[in-house]
Protein backbone atom coordinates (compact mmCIF):
# COMPACT_ATOMS: atom_id res chain seq x y z
CA UNK A 1 0.00 0.00 0.00
CA UNK A 2 3.09 2.56 -0.64
CA UNK A 3 0.85 3.45 -3.55
CA UNK A 4 -2.19 4.08 -4.48
CA UNK A 5 -3.01 4.56 -0.78
CA UNK A 6 -4.74 3.19 0.86
CA UNK A 7 -6.12 0.67 -1.63
CA UNK A 8 -3.24 -0.64 -2.64
CA UNK A 9 -1.66 -2.42 -5.35
CA UNK A 10 -0.83 -6.25 -6.19
CA UNK A 11 2.09 -5.60 -8.63
CA UNK A 12 2.52 -8.84 -11.30
CA UNK A 13 6.02 -8.18 -13.03
CA UNK A 14 8.69 -7.44 -10.28
CA UNK A 15 8.29 -10.44 -8.09
CA UNK A 16 10.94 -12.60 -9.23
CA UNK A 17 13.18 -9.51 -9.60
CA UNK A 18 12.60 -8.40 -5.50
CA UNK A 19 13.34 -12.05 -4.86
CA UNK A 20 16.68 -11.92 -6.44
CA UNK A 21 17.22 -7.97 -4.46
CA UNK A 22 16.43 -10.15 -1.29
CA UNK A 23 18.94 -12.72 -2.24
CA UNK A 24 21.22 -10.03 -3.35
CA UNK A 25 20.91 -8.53 0.27
CA UNK A 26 21.52 -11.40 2.54
CA UNK A 27 25.14 -11.95 1.00
CA UNK A 28 25.22 -7.64 1.30
CA UNK A 29 24.46 -7.48 4.94
CA UNK A 30 27.94 -8.66 5.91
CA UNK A 31 29.36 -5.31 4.79
CA UNK A 32 26.37 -2.87 5.22
CA UNK A 33 23.29 -1.74 7.16
CA UNK A 34 21.86 -0.79 3.81
CA UNK A 35 22.09 -4.03 2.69
CA UNK A 36 18.62 -4.13 0.44
CA UNK A 37 19.09 -0.12 -0.80
CA UNK A 38 22.26 -1.73 -2.03
CA UNK A 39 21.28 -4.76 -3.38
CA UNK A 40 18.32 -2.61 -5.53
CA UNK A 41 21.40 -0.70 -6.81
CA UNK A 42 23.89 -3.90 -7.68
CA UNK A 43 21.36 -6.09 -9.19
CA UNK A 44 20.51 -4.76 -12.29
CA UNK A 45 24.46 -4.45 -13.51
CA UNK A 46 25.20 -7.35 -11.87
CA UNK A 47 22.87 -9.17 -14.38
CA UNK A 48 24.31 -7.61 -17.13
CA UNK A 49 27.74 -9.05 -16.31
CA UNK A 50 26.13 -12.77 -15.70
CA UNK A 51 24.31 -11.92 -18.94
CA UNK A 52 27.53 -11.02 -20.75
CA UNK A 53 29.10 -13.30 -19.49
CA UNK A 54 26.62 -16.31 -20.61
CA UNK A 55 26.86 -14.52 -24.18
CA UNK A 56 30.42 -14.94 -24.38
CA UNK A 57 30.51 -18.78 -23.86
CA UNK A 58 27.35 -19.60 -25.73
CA UNK A 59 29.21 -17.62 -29.02
CA UNK A 60 32.10 -19.50 -27.88
CA UNK A 61 30.71 -22.54 -27.89
CA UNK A 62 29.11 -21.83 -31.15
CA UNK A 63 31.88 -21.49 -33.19
CA UNK A 64 31.38 -18.54 -34.48
CA UNK A 65 34.07 -16.51 -36.31
CA UNK A 66 33.00 -12.92 -35.25
CA UNK A 67 31.81 -13.21 -31.66
CA UNK A 68 33.75 -9.70 -30.50
CA UNK A 69 30.99 -7.69 -32.06
CA UNK A 70 28.36 -9.28 -30.17
CA UNK A 71 29.88 -8.89 -26.98
CA UNK A 72 30.26 -5.27 -27.93
CA UNK A 73 27.15 -4.77 -28.98
CA UNK A 74 25.97 -6.13 -25.97
CA UNK A 75 27.92 -4.31 -23.78
CA UNK A 76 27.91 -0.47 -25.51
CA UNK A 77 24.51 -0.39 -27.13
CA UNK A 78 23.02 2.57 -24.95
CA UNK A 79 19.48 1.13 -25.05
CA UNK A 80 21.14 -2.21 -23.20
CA UNK A 81 23.10 -0.57 -20.47
CA UNK A 82 19.79 1.76 -20.34
CA UNK A 83 17.83 -1.64 -19.34
CA UNK A 84 20.30 -2.85 -16.85
CA UNK A 85 22.63 0.72 -15.34
CA UNK A 86 23.69 1.05 -12.10
CA UNK A 87 21.02 1.98 -9.57
CA UNK A 88 17.78 1.31 -11.51
CA UNK A 89 16.31 -1.34 -10.46
CA UNK A 90 13.93 -2.46 -12.93
CA UNK A 91 12.65 -5.58 -14.15
CA UNK A 92 13.46 -5.23 -17.76
CA UNK A 93 17.36 -5.67 -16.94
CA UNK A 94 16.22 -9.80 -15.39
CA UNK A 95 14.11 -9.69 -18.97
CA UNK A 96 17.30 -8.87 -21.21
CA UNK A 97 19.04 -11.57 -19.69
CA UNK A 98 16.44 -14.31 -19.26
CA UNK A 99 15.22 -13.41 -23.36
CA UNK A 100 18.54 -13.67 -23.82
CA UNK A 101 19.34 -17.06 -22.39
CA UNK A 102 15.99 -18.62 -24.14
CA UNK A 103 16.91 -16.99 -27.66
CA UNK A 104 20.33 -18.47 -27.76
CA UNK A 105 18.51 -21.75 -26.21
CA UNK A 106 16.40 -22.15 -29.78
CA UNK A 107 19.25 -21.23 -31.72
CA UNK A 108 21.40 -23.63 -29.94
CA UNK A 109 18.76 -26.58 -30.30
CA UNK A 110 18.17 -25.81 -34.05
CA UNK A 111 21.77 -25.80 -34.78
CA UNK A 112 22.08 -29.55 -32.84
CA UNK A 113 19.83 -30.66 -30.25
CA UNK A 114 21.19 -30.57 -26.61
CA UNK A 115 18.77 -31.56 -23.24
CA UNK A 116 20.40 -29.42 -21.65
CA UNK A 117 19.86 -26.76 -24.13
CA UNK A 118 15.78 -27.52 -24.19
CA UNK A 119 15.54 -27.88 -20.32
CA UNK A 120 17.46 -24.08 -20.12
CA UNK A 121 14.90 -22.70 -23.05
CA UNK A 122 12.23 -24.36 -21.06
CA UNK A 123 13.20 -22.97 -17.72
CA UNK A 124 14.37 -19.21 -18.77
CA UNK A 125 10.81 -18.80 -20.74
CA UNK A 126 9.13 -20.03 -17.87
CA UNK A 127 10.99 -17.66 -15.78
CA UNK A 128 10.33 -14.84 -18.24
CA UNK A 129 6.73 -15.08 -17.92
CA UNK A 130 6.90 -15.10 -14.22
CA UNK A 131 8.24 -11.79 -14.82
CA UNK A 132 5.79 -10.21 -17.26
CA UNK A 133 3.26 -11.76 -19.50
CA UNK A 134 3.75 -9.00 -21.89
CA UNK A 135 7.38 -8.85 -23.92
CA UNK A 136 7.89 -12.77 -23.38
CA UNK A 137 4.39 -13.70 -24.08
CA UNK A 138 4.54 -12.09 -27.09
CA UNK A 139 8.31 -13.10 -27.91
CA UNK A 140 7.50 -16.99 -27.23
CA UNK A 141 4.29 -16.67 -29.59
CA UNK A 142 6.60 -15.35 -32.20
CA UNK A 143 9.14 -17.98 -31.96
CA UNK A 144 6.19 -20.52 -32.23
CA UNK A 145 4.82 -18.66 -35.47
CA UNK A 146 8.49 -18.41 -37.30
CA UNK A 147 9.59 -22.26 -36.29
CA UNK A 148 6.37 -23.33 -37.86
CA UNK A 149 7.00 -20.97 -41.19
CA UNK A 150 10.26 -22.53 -41.22
CA UNK A 151 11.41 -25.79 -42.89
CA UNK A 152 10.20 -28.70 -41.05
CA UNK A 153 12.58 -30.50 -38.58
CA UNK A 154 10.28 -33.49 -37.32
CA UNK A 155 13.44 -34.44 -34.68
CA UNK A 156 14.23 -31.33 -33.10
CA UNK A 157 11.16 -29.01 -33.88
CA UNK A 158 9.37 -26.95 -30.87
CA UNK A 159 6.82 -29.58 -30.57
CA UNK A 160 8.70 -32.56 -31.15
CA UNK A 161 9.25 -35.24 -28.58
CA UNK A 162 12.72 -34.63 -27.83
CA UNK A 163 12.28 -31.65 -26.61
CA UNK A 164 9.41 -32.85 -23.93
CA UNK A 165 11.65 -31.98 -21.01
CA UNK A 166 12.28 -28.47 -22.08
CA UNK A 167 8.73 -27.89 -22.26
CA UNK A 168 7.99 -30.12 -18.79
CA UNK A 169 10.24 -27.63 -17.12
CA UNK A 170 8.34 -24.62 -19.10
CA UNK A 171 5.15 -25.88 -17.41
CA UNK A 172 6.75 -26.18 -13.82
CA UNK A 173 7.96 -23.05 -13.19
CA UNK A 174 4.89 -21.45 -14.17
CA UNK A 175 2.95 -23.60 -11.86
CA UNK A 176 6.14 -22.74 -9.13
CA UNK A 177 4.89 -19.01 -9.94
CA UNK A 178 1.75 -19.75 -9.41
CA UNK A 179 1.76 -21.52 -6.14
CA UNK A 180 4.41 -19.15 -4.80
CA UNK A 181 1.98 -15.78 -5.80
CA UNK A 182 -1.31 -17.60 -5.51
CA UNK A 183 -2.96 -15.30 -8.06
CA UNK A 184 -3.44 -14.71 -11.26
CA UNK A 185 -2.22 -11.40 -13.22
CA UNK A 186 -4.40 -8.76 -14.33
CA UNK A 187 -4.55 -5.82 -16.65
CA UNK A 188 -8.46 -5.23 -16.31
CA UNK A 189 -7.09 -2.05 -13.96
CA UNK A 190 -5.24 -0.29 -17.24
CA UNK A 191 -8.66 -0.56 -19.12
CA UNK A 192 -10.99 -0.13 -16.44
CA UNK A 193 -10.26 3.05 -15.67
CA UNK A 194 -11.74 6.26 -17.80
CA UNK A 195 -7.97 8.15 -17.84
CA UNK A 196 -5.81 4.52 -18.60
CA UNK A 197 -5.10 5.54 -21.77
CA UNK A 198 -4.25 9.04 -21.24
CA UNK A 199 -2.04 8.49 -18.85
CA UNK A 200 0.10 6.13 -21.18
CA UNK A 201 0.13 8.41 -23.65
CA UNK A 202 2.22 10.27 -21.72
CA UNK A 203 5.02 7.75 -21.09
CA UNK A 204 8.16 8.07 -23.03
CA UNK A 205 8.68 4.17 -22.78
CA UNK A 206 5.03 3.90 -24.64
CA UNK A 207 6.15 6.46 -27.19
CA UNK A 208 6.73 4.70 -30.71
CA UNK A 209 10.84 5.31 -32.32
CA UNK A 210 10.01 6.93 -36.14
CA UNK A 211 11.40 4.84 -38.85
CA UNK A 212 13.81 7.58 -40.54
CA UNK A 213 15.12 8.38 -36.63
CA UNK A 214 18.75 8.24 -35.87
CA UNK A 215 18.28 5.99 -32.72
CA UNK A 216 18.53 3.07 -34.31
CA UNK A 217 21.92 3.88 -35.23
CA UNK A 218 22.47 4.87 -32.14
CA UNK A 219 20.87 1.67 -30.23
CA UNK A 220 22.72 -0.60 -32.46
CA UNK A 221 24.98 1.01 -35.20
CA UNK A 222 24.77 1.28 -38.74
CA UNK A 223 25.04 -1.82 -39.77
CA UNK A 224 21.83 -2.14 -38.32
CA UNK A 225 20.69 -0.77 -41.94
CA UNK A 226 22.96 -3.56 -43.67
CA UNK A 227 20.86 -6.88 -42.69
CA UNK A 228 18.91 -6.73 -45.86
CA UNK A 229 21.84 -6.01 -48.42
CA UNK A 230 24.20 -8.93 -46.16
CA UNK A 231 21.34 -11.34 -47.01
CA UNK A 232 20.62 -10.76 -50.33
CA UNK A 233 24.93 -10.97 -51.16
CA UNK A 234 25.53 -14.30 -49.14
CA UNK A 235 22.08 -15.48 -49.97
CA UNK A 236 23.56 -18.88 -51.54
CA UNK A 237 25.76 -19.50 -48.50
CA UNK A 238 22.38 -18.38 -45.92
CA UNK A 239 20.00 -20.91 -46.87
CA UNK A 240 22.06 -23.62 -48.08
CA UNK A 241 20.77 -26.55 -45.81
CA UNK A 242 17.51 -26.82 -44.08
CA UNK A 243 19.43 -25.88 -40.20
CA UNK A 244 20.66 -22.75 -41.66
CA UNK A 245 17.00 -21.90 -43.18
CA UNK A 246 15.42 -22.80 -40.12
CA UNK A 247 17.78 -20.64 -37.68
CA UNK A 248 17.57 -17.78 -40.35
CA UNK A 249 14.13 -17.56 -40.66
CA UNK A 250 13.55 -17.52 -36.66
CA UNK A 251 15.67 -14.81 -35.80
CA UNK A 252 15.27 -12.76 -38.98
CA UNK A 253 11.69 -12.92 -38.12
CA UNK A 254 12.53 -12.00 -34.64
CA UNK A 255 14.64 -8.59 -35.73
CA UNK A 256 11.55 -7.67 -38.25
CA UNK A 257 9.02 -8.05 -35.47
CA UNK A 258 11.30 -6.71 -32.89
CA UNK A 259 11.82 -3.76 -35.12
CA UNK A 260 8.35 -3.21 -35.67
CA UNK A 261 7.05 -3.58 -32.47
CA UNK A 262 9.84 -0.54 -31.62
CA UNK A 263 8.23 1.74 -34.19
CA UNK A 264 5.17 1.30 -31.74
CA UNK A 265 5.95 1.51 -27.93
CA UNK A 266 10.00 2.33 -27.46
CA UNK A 267 10.14 -0.31 -24.78
CA UNK A 268 10.59 -3.17 -27.32
CA UNK A 269 14.24 -1.33 -28.53
CA UNK A 270 15.62 -3.60 -26.01
CA UNK A 271 14.69 -6.94 -27.40
CA UNK A 272 15.78 -5.35 -31.04
CA UNK A 273 18.95 -4.21 -30.04
CA UNK A 274 19.64 -7.82 -28.49
CA UNK A 275 18.08 -9.69 -31.24
CA UNK A 276 20.39 -7.76 -33.65
CA UNK A 277 23.12 -8.55 -30.98
CA UNK A 278 22.81 -12.19 -31.27
CA UNK A 279 21.67 -12.50 -34.85
CA UNK A 280 25.32 -10.60 -36.12
CA UNK A 281 27.65 -13.45 -35.55
CA UNK A 282 25.95 -15.51 -38.64
CA UNK A 283 25.32 -12.58 -40.89
CA UNK A 284 29.02 -11.75 -41.04
CA UNK A 285 30.08 -15.52 -40.89
CA UNK A 286 30.56 -15.57 -44.81
CA UNK A 287 32.72 -12.54 -45.04
CA UNK A 288 36.31 -14.35 -44.41
CA UNK A 289 38.40 -11.16 -44.92
CA UNK A 290 38.31 -10.39 -40.94
CA UNK A 291 39.95 -7.32 -41.45
CA UNK A 292 37.40 -5.94 -43.88
CA UNK A 293 34.43 -6.78 -41.25
CA UNK A 294 36.50 -5.60 -38.46
CA UNK A 295 36.92 -1.53 -40.43
CA UNK A 296 32.89 -2.19 -41.73
CA UNK A 297 31.79 -2.92 -37.74
CA UNK A 298 34.28 -0.43 -36.31
CA UNK A 299 33.19 2.08 -38.37
CA UNK A 300 29.99 1.24 -37.55
CA UNK A 301 29.48 2.15 -34.49
CA UNK A 302 30.27 6.17 -35.11
CA UNK A 303 26.70 6.84 -33.96
CA UNK A 304 26.73 4.57 -30.72
CA UNK A 305 30.37 6.33 -29.72
CA UNK A 306 28.03 9.83 -30.61
CA UNK A 307 26.14 8.75 -28.58
CA UNK A 308 28.49 7.75 -25.37
CA UNK A 309 30.40 11.06 -26.25
CA UNK A 310 27.33 13.26 -25.51
CA UNK A 311 26.50 11.33 -22.43
CA UNK A 312 30.16 11.59 -20.88
CA UNK A 313 31.28 14.59 -21.92
CA UNK A 314 27.85 16.96 -22.45
CA UNK A 315 28.17 20.05 -23.59
CA UNK A 316 27.44 23.17 -21.25
CA UNK A 317 23.61 23.17 -22.25
CA UNK A 318 23.21 19.64 -21.37
CA UNK A 319 25.70 19.87 -18.41
CA UNK A 320 23.50 22.51 -16.91
CA UNK A 321 20.47 20.95 -17.63
CA UNK A 322 21.63 17.82 -15.68
CA UNK A 323 23.12 20.06 -12.56
CA UNK A 324 19.85 21.37 -12.02
CA UNK A 325 18.10 18.09 -12.17
CA UNK A 326 20.19 17.08 -9.79
CA UNK A 327 19.67 20.17 -7.63
CA UNK A 328 16.14 19.83 -7.57
CA UNK A 329 16.57 16.16 -6.45
CA UNK A 330 18.55 17.20 -3.60
CA UNK A 331 16.14 19.75 -2.77
CA UNK A 332 13.01 16.82 -2.91
CA UNK A 333 14.71 14.36 -1.03
CA UNK A 334 15.20 17.13 2.06
CA UNK A 335 11.67 17.87 1.72
CA UNK A 336 10.64 14.56 1.80
CA UNK A 337 12.48 13.75 4.70
CA UNK A 338 10.61 15.73 7.11
CA UNK A 339 7.80 13.16 6.73
CA UNK A 340 9.62 10.30 7.89
CA UNK A 341 8.01 9.47 11.00
CA UNK A 342 7.43 6.50 12.91
CA UNK A 343 3.82 7.09 12.15
CA UNK A 344 1.53 6.79 9.03
CA UNK A 345 1.22 9.90 7.39
CA UNK A 346 0.26 9.60 3.75
CA UNK A 347 0.82 12.06 1.00
CA UNK A 348 -0.23 13.15 -2.21
CA UNK A 349 2.43 14.26 -5.03
CA UNK A 350 2.55 14.09 -8.77
CA UNK A 351 2.66 10.60 -9.67
CA UNK A 352 6.13 10.66 -11.58
CA UNK A 353 7.86 12.22 -8.37
CA UNK A 354 5.83 9.78 -5.49
CA UNK A 355 8.00 6.95 -5.99
CA UNK A 356 11.14 8.77 -5.22
CA UNK A 357 9.32 10.77 -2.60
CA UNK A 358 8.08 7.05 -1.03
CA UNK A 359 11.33 6.05 -0.73
CA UNK A 360 12.87 9.31 0.66
CA UNK A 361 9.92 9.53 3.75
CA UNK A 362 8.84 6.02 4.08
CA UNK A 363 5.46 7.33 3.99
CA UNK A 364 2.88 6.00 1.36
CA UNK A 365 1.21 7.52 -1.63
CA UNK A 366 -1.63 8.31 -3.55
CA UNK A 367 -0.01 8.39 -6.67
CA UNK A 368 2.37 5.80 -8.25
CA UNK A 369 4.20 4.90 -11.33
CA UNK A 370 2.61 1.31 -12.15
CA UNK A 371 -0.51 0.80 -14.19
CA UNK A 372 -2.35 -0.39 -11.04
CA UNK A 373 -1.70 3.09 -9.29
CA UNK A 374 -4.28 4.38 -12.14
CA UNK A 375 -6.54 4.93 -9.79
CA UNK A 376 -4.31 7.46 -7.15
CA UNK A 377 -2.57 8.72 -10.66
CA UNK A 378 -6.32 10.16 -11.52
CA UNK A 379 -7.01 11.36 -8.17
CA UNK A 380 -3.80 13.09 -8.08
CA UNK A 381 -4.26 14.85 -11.56
CA UNK A 382 -8.28 15.46 -10.39
CA UNK A 383 -6.55 17.21 -7.40
CA UNK A 384 -3.99 19.73 -8.91
CA UNK A 385 -6.43 20.60 -12.16
CA UNK A 386 -9.46 21.74 -10.27
CA UNK A 387 -11.05 25.33 -9.04
CA UNK A 388 -12.90 23.74 -6.79
CA UNK A 389 -11.92 23.77 -2.91
CA UNK A 390 -14.59 21.19 -2.17
CA UNK A 391 -13.87 18.72 -4.68
CA UNK A 392 -9.90 18.73 -3.67
CA UNK A 393 -11.07 18.10 0.06
CA UNK A 394 -13.37 15.23 -0.66
CA UNK A 395 -10.42 13.84 -2.76
CA UNK A 396 -8.08 14.05 0.45
CA UNK A 397 -10.89 12.87 2.89
CA UNK A 398 -11.33 9.74 0.89
CA UNK A 399 -7.60 9.04 0.42
CA UNK A 400 -6.88 9.67 4.15
CA UNK A 401 -4.65 12.24 3.38
CA UNK A 402 -1.91 14.03 5.56
CA UNK A 403 0.15 16.01 3.74
CA UNK A 404 0.23 17.43 0.06
CA UNK A 405 3.27 18.08 -1.87
CA UNK A 406 3.09 21.36 -4.37
CA UNK A 407 5.57 21.17 -7.46
CA UNK A 408 6.51 22.95 -10.78
CA UNK A 409 2.74 24.39 -11.59
CA UNK A 410 3.23 24.74 -15.37
CA UNK A 411 4.42 21.09 -15.20
CA UNK A 412 1.75 19.10 -12.99
CA UNK A 413 -0.96 21.18 -15.33
CA UNK A 414 0.92 19.81 -18.44
CA UNK A 415 0.71 16.54 -17.25
CA UNK A 416 -2.81 16.76 -15.39
CA UNK A 417 -4.22 18.06 -18.85
CA UNK A 418 -2.85 15.17 -20.70
CA UNK A 419 -4.39 12.68 -18.56
CA UNK A 420 -7.79 14.66 -18.07
CA UNK A 421 -7.94 15.21 -21.28
CA UNK A 422 -9.01 19.46 -20.84
CA UNK A 423 -6.73 22.17 -20.31
CA UNK A 424 -6.22 23.57 -16.84
CA UNK A 425 -7.43 26.66 -15.85
CA UNK A 426 -4.75 29.44 -14.69
CA UNK A 427 -6.41 29.31 -10.84
CA UNK A 428 -6.22 25.64 -10.44
CA UNK A 429 -4.78 23.80 -7.04
CA UNK A 430 -1.69 23.40 -8.69
CA UNK A 431 -0.90 27.25 -9.19
CA UNK A 432 -2.32 28.05 -6.38
CA UNK A 433 0.02 26.08 -4.40
CA UNK A 434 2.40 26.62 -6.30
CA UNK A 435 2.35 30.07 -6.41
CA UNK A 436 0.00 31.99 -3.78
CA UNK A 437 0.28 29.21 -1.18
CA UNK A 438 -0.79 32.18 0.91
CA UNK A 439 -4.40 32.21 -0.19
CA UNK A 440 -4.82 28.57 0.30
CA UNK A 441 -7.66 27.66 2.22
CA UNK A 442 -7.66 27.04 6.15
CA UNK A 443 -7.50 23.09 6.08
CA UNK A 444 -3.67 23.31 3.93
CA UNK A 445 -1.26 24.13 6.39
CA UNK A 446 2.65 25.43 4.43
CA UNK A 447 4.90 22.77 6.52
CA UNK A 448 7.83 23.16 4.65
CA UNK A 449 9.26 24.70 1.54
CA UNK A 450 12.45 25.05 -0.83
CA UNK A 451 12.98 25.91 -4.37
CA UNK A 452 12.27 22.56 -5.36
CA UNK A 453 8.78 22.52 -3.61
CA UNK A 454 6.26 22.93 -0.80
CA UNK A 455 4.67 20.45 1.45
CA UNK A 456 1.24 21.30 3.14
CA UNK A 457 -0.03 19.40 6.18
CA UNK A 458 -3.93 18.82 5.84
CA UNK A 459 -5.66 19.88 8.90
CA UNK A 460 -8.72 17.82 10.32
CA UNK A 461 -8.62 15.60 7.19
CA UNK A 462 -10.42 12.37 9.12
Given at each position: ?????????????????????????VFLATFTTYAVDLAGALVSPLLALAGGWFLWCWARGMNFRYVWPTLILFAASPILVHGTELGRPDHQSL????????????????????????????????????????????????????????????????????????????????????????????????????????????????????????????????????????????????????????????????????????????????????????????????????????????????????????????????????????????????????????????????????????????????????????????????????????????????????????????????????????????????????????????????????????????????
Amino acid sequence: DFENFPRGTTPHTTAPFDYLIVLLSVFLATFTTYAVDLAGALVSPLLALAGGWFLWCWARGMNFRYVWPTLILFAASPILVHGTELGRPDHQSLLIVLLMVALCAEWSLLANFSKGWSVAAGCAWGMALWVSLYEPFILLALVVLFSWLGPSAPETGLFSRRRGAGWLCFFFVLLLALLVERRLPSFSGLWAEPYGKNWMRSLGELQGVPFLSITWFRWAGCLVAAIPLLIWVRRARYFAGAANRRRLVLFLGLLGATFLLTLWQARWGYFFALAFAVTLPPLLAPFSRRWLVWTVFVFSLWPMAREWDERLWPNELEQGRRTAEWRERIDLRELAVTLRSTERHPFLAPWWLSPALVYWSGQPAVAGSSHESLGGISDSARFYATEDWQKAREIMENRQLDFVFAYDADRVAATSAQILGHPIAEHAVCYILDRAPAVSPSFLVLAAQNPAGKIFRVANNR
